[in-house]
């Protein structure tokens, strides 16, 4: 199965960013394909690189990370609202990218299912 | 940008049934003004787009909005612009107008009313469904 996933909250604040996470990194553990996850609302806060949670906590910024090395999976934050947050392309972790809108929509027609979390 | 890359880019002639959810009042988050920014871009891809409006997500839709108090953007102009963007499937929750003491003539666009169980139904139909 193709998947888009959309991520819609902000790390360490909601559980749905550790879902996405969760979920996408089991798809792809069972042969799945992630055609994109896509980075909205505060959602965009996922890719701040200067992001520094406690030691003995989970680093969700480098987990995205990570996950984008071994699998190669797109990681897409959306300009506009990375924008209106201060998030711009010199704060972003390695393996996530700036774009736009569009290419939420072109993963919802290119994956079989578009996979939302949020609130 | 050749032909065949805007093709590409922009589904390869795809035409999938997408449903945004709008749940949210207009104002207390910003669900609704980013969800809006979806729905205006994926007029762009050609595709079959409606939009729901259910919970206090009927609120985004009702007339006579004043946004100076709290120093917001009015977005609800916007509304009446979809209709230049081809997207005119908005359907509204009865039951969700009902409950907050609101009718059809409060809203500002021409919508069709639908009960929970209806509107379940072509959430069901659909091949893309996102909220907010």
Redesign the interface.
Known sequence: MKFGI?VNEGPYTHEASDSAYLFTRAALEKGHQIYRVFF??DGVNNANKYTEPPQDDRHIVNRWTKLAEQYEVDLVVCV??ALRRGIKDELLAPGFRIS???Q???A???GER?V?F?? | MSEADQQDEEGGGVVKKFMFVNRKAPYGTIYALEGLEVVLISAAFDQDVSLAFVDDGVYQLVKGQQTKGIEAKNFSPAYRALEGYDIEKLYVEREALEARGLAEEDLLVDVQLMSSAELGELMAAQDVVIGF
């Open positions: 959309l909205y609302h506009a609202a736009g809108l569009g939420l929509v072109e919802g027609i290119q578009l939302v949020g609130d």
